[in-house]
């Protein structure tokens, strides 16, 4: 319990300095027998006819078993070209690498629905590949309750092999500004897909 809350406390400084630095749109908590993790989005349009955006992605995720915890940011910028098409570039920091990337994208969005996806390769000689997307519905459950059930997804892997893929499934409720319900967070590791589930609980803020 009390690794939990070191845990918490150095994740909360973490994005409490992203806060100040950009407008914060979702800050997310999720937790499990294995895991702690905090994550933000960031989304920005840039232009007023919305065609230059912006979207940047932050985690920081304690492994309780191994005692670790590993940070992430991925921010990329698109264009607009035609019905939410074109290309874009950004950057992934970790903890030990800092890499440029770019390729094409696609965004749908309505009230309750989105999907976003894209498709990048980083700026190098051998590079390692990336398919990411986000779907994310909100279905009326009745007149006073909306379910709230969101996938995320990234495929990486490189000309020789597979390296990681992962999916984060959130299944719950949306109650306005909070959301919450059951996490399934599932890894796939290395040219032998080894996996790892891990269930879970979240909780989900989202400022409009």
Partial sequence: MKEKLFSLLGTLIFFGLTHQLSAQDVIESSIG?????VET???KPLTKDYKLSIFSLNT??????LDQTNFMSYTIVSYDL???FGPTVGTRILKDRVVALGGPQYTYYSERFLFTANFTSEFKSSPDFEFFSILQGRPKLNEKLDGFLQGQFSFNFN???HLLS?????IGADLGMI???LAFNQFQFGEDWDYDIQPGLFLRLEFK
């Fill in 60 to 65: 920081a995720e304690r492994n309780l078993d």
């Fill in 159 to 161: 000309s020789d092999q």
């Fill in 82 to 84: 035609f019905k939410g």
């Fill in 41 to 43: 989005w960031i989304t």
């Fill in 179 to 181: 959301q919450t319900g």
């Fill in 33 to 37: 027998e294995e895991f702690f993790n």
């Fill in 166 to 170: 992962f999916q984060y499934l959130r």
